[in-house]
């Protein structure tokens, strides 16, 4: 579901993090709008109102665990661990992470790839949310899903900043809620 269909209709924050995001035709290659977060990142206000809405969401939720998909769901997932005082667990690309790991593949438009976490990392019946920059399929996010309910935990929500609108009206991924901030900033918000 999208915040503004879930209490924060015509909250400027929503209008400031959209137009915070900027646009990059044809990255990384012809015909895709690339949604780039680095210019939120950029914005100390729509950064902060950001991670902000996330922890009004999940401070009273009895979340211990947020697992930040890699590379963007690093970027928010840290501080929202931080502010509602969970534990934050990077699900990583193959090879990057030290110690004994647990995986999932997922299907891809033009392959496969896979997520890692730390065996160990998330206990039996923690409470858990999920964090990444963007959904457009949910390939990734089922694939973050299934990782962490291998270990046992209760996945409570998957949370992103952009939702394109092939998600719009699907309030769930693999039967778990999904809150999204925003839909994709259009081409006039290019810069």
């Not at 044809?26 to 991670?51: E, W």
């Not at 009273?60 to 665990?65: E, L, R």
Request: proline letters at 6%; one cysteine or more; a negative charge.
């Amino acid at each position: 579901m999208f915040a503004a269909e879930n209490g924060l209709k015509g909250d400027p924050r929503l209008q400031a993090i959209s137009q915070a995001i900027r646009v990059v035709p044809h990255f990384p290659k012809p015909g895709i709008m690339f949604q780039d977060i680095t210019t939120l990142l950029l914005d100390h206000k729509a950064f902060k109102d950001t991670v902000d809405i996330f922890v009004d969401r999940y401070r009273d939720m009895d979340i211990s665990v947020v697992a930040g998909v890699e590379a963007r769901g690093f970027m928010f997932g840290p501080s929202i661990a931080l502010a509602i005082g969970a534990k934050f667990v990077p699900l990583r690309k193959p090879k990057k992470l030290p110690g004994e790991v647990i995986s999932e593949a997922y299907v891809l438009e033009y392959g496969t790839d896979c997520l890692e976490m730390h065996v160990g990392a998330v206990q039996p019946g923690e409470r858990a949310i999920i964090i990444d920059d963007l959904v457009a399929t949910g390939g990734t996010l089922s694939a973050a899903v299934r990782l962490l309910e291998r270990m046992e935990a209760q996945v409570v929500e998957c949370a992103c900043v952009i939702g394109l609108p092939e998600v719009k009206g699907q309030c769930r991924l693999d039967g778990k809620p999904l809150y999204i901030l925003v839909e994709p900033s259009q081409l006039d918000n290019y810069r």
